[in-house]
């Protein structure tokens, strides 16, 4: 049974929200487009690499914005920014120039993500009801 509030709801939006602008703005955009040179300098792999991340963070935007897969979408943006967090903080990219203000886009994208995940919980009554009823697990009978 879902007793999410008015407020909860608009939070949980608003953090999704927040999410697709970072991972659309400073994200896949900016790769998919030919306008993250710096970084592709930067990373081991160059241009590859960076059109992996884009990608990646296009997929995220996609199953963040469907309802049913909303709470997989935010674990995922979690795990994607908590990445980019540490290749600026022990990686090769750094927090020198721009990219500090990259830096400080993941921080925010990262709180909104684990604020998204957990209200994406929160509406879902818990772990239980995130799983798909035929992964869940089921006690044998003679258990």
Same mark, same amino acid.
């Given at each position: 049974? !879902? ?29 998919? =487009? ?19 991340? %884009? ?10 914005l469907v309802p049913r897969t ?7 943006? #979690?795990?994607?920014?908590?990445g980019a967090i540490a290749s600026? #903080?022990?990686?090769? #990219? ?7 203000? #990259? ?5 925010? =994208?990262?709180?909104?993500?684990? =604020? ?5 919980? !929160? ?5 239980? %009801? ?7 697990y089921k006690a044998s009978p003679?258990?």
């Open positions: 049974m !879902n007793h999410e509030t008015r407020t909860l709801t608009i939070t949980r939006w608003a953090a999704k929200l927040v999410v697709v602008f970072f991972f659309t703005v400073t994200g896949f955009v900016p790769k998919f =487009t030919g306008m993250a040179g710096p970084l592709a300098e930067k990373l081991p792999g160059g241009w590859p690499v960076v059109i992996a991340i %884009g990608v990646i963070e296009l997929i995220t935007v996609i199953v963040l909303a709470f997989f979408g935010s674990v995922l943006a #979690v795990f994607t920014m908590l600026h #903080v022990v990686g090769p #990219v750094g927090i020198e120039g721009d990219f500090l203000g #990259v830096f400080i886009a993941a921080i925010i =994208t990262l709180i909104a993500s684990v =604020t998204a995940a957990l209200l994406e919980l !929160n509406k879902a009554g818990g772990v239980a %009801g995130v799983i798909p009823k035929r992964l869940a003679d258990a």
